[in-house]
């Protein structure tokens, strides 16, 4: 169902933009539509990392989107340094170009999931005072590298993923779930031991303190927002009805 079509027309550049709003109607989703239950880790090292409850996963690297980041962030800097008029315009037009790229990026990324983990019940970390509950954000005695770690974790926009995925999911049969997203890489998967020290050093591999347990830090973050979504999904089994 189509709904209202406006035409936009800018005149300084001659180009003509037709925005179409789209009305679809689907079925009240229900537990049995989701056969599959997939958590998915967002972070910074790894966009994302996702788990489904056969253990299968799906990593994506960050490390070339971050070299993009950090091209723009130098010429933003330089051209905020000059503070001429032309440097102000293209300080408008690089800030636009990379909310284009992120938003590009991200839209991929939330088709790359949907797509490897069909009719899935899908786990995303409730990101809301993300910031507050991420070590050293405030400490003025941070070194280089931990102020452009958290620079690049302040410029990219988890929450744009998350709901493109949101509104994405149920067109390609799935659905997100928000769980809660604490002691997810601290918590062991093998004997549920949650201590920060299963962290050593903050570092990408976990090692339970309490049975050694060995794994990638972010693959266990995504396998514990499995667990509890595939909670949520047996509540909602036994209840009927969507827990808030």
Request: charged share 30%.
């Amino acid at each position: 169902e189509t709904g209202a079509a406006k035409l936009y027309y800018q005149k300084s550049r001659k180009q003509y933009f037709l925005i179409v709003a789209l009305n679809i109607e689907l079925p009240d989703p229900q537990p049995t539509d989701h056969k599959n239950v997939v958590g998915v880790d967002v972070g910074q090292r790894y966009h994302f990392v996702a788990t489904d409850k056969d253990g299968k996963s799906l990593f994506e690297k960050g490390a070339a989107t971050g070299q993009r980041k950090d091209q723009f962030a130098r010429t933003k800097k330089s051209l905020q340094r000059k503070g001429t008029r032309s440097a102000t315009r293209r300080l408008t037009e690089i800030s636009g170009r990379e909310r284009r790229f992120i938003a590009d990026w991200n839209h991929k990324l939330s088709l790359r999931i949907l797509r490897r983990f069909p009719k899935s019940l899908i786990g995303l970390e409730e990101l809301t005072n993300i910031r507050d509950r991420t070590e050293g954000r405030s400490n003025p005695k941070a070194t280089k590298k931990a102020r452009t770690n958290k620079r690049r974790r302040s410029q990219w926009s988890f929450a744009e993923l998350q709901s493109f995925l949101a509104y994405k999911a149920p067109l390609n049969g799935s659905m997100t779930v928000k769980v809660d997203a604490h002691y997810t890489s601290q918590m062991c998967t093998g004997c549920g031991h949650t201590s920060k020290g299963n962290r050593p050093h903050a570092g990408l591999m976990f090692v339970c303190e309490n049975c050694g347990y060995e794994v990638h830090s972010d693959l266990l973050g995504s396998r514990n927002i499995t667990m509890r979504a595939l909670v949520f999904r047996q509540d909602w089994e036994t209840t009927g009805c969507l827990s808030a």
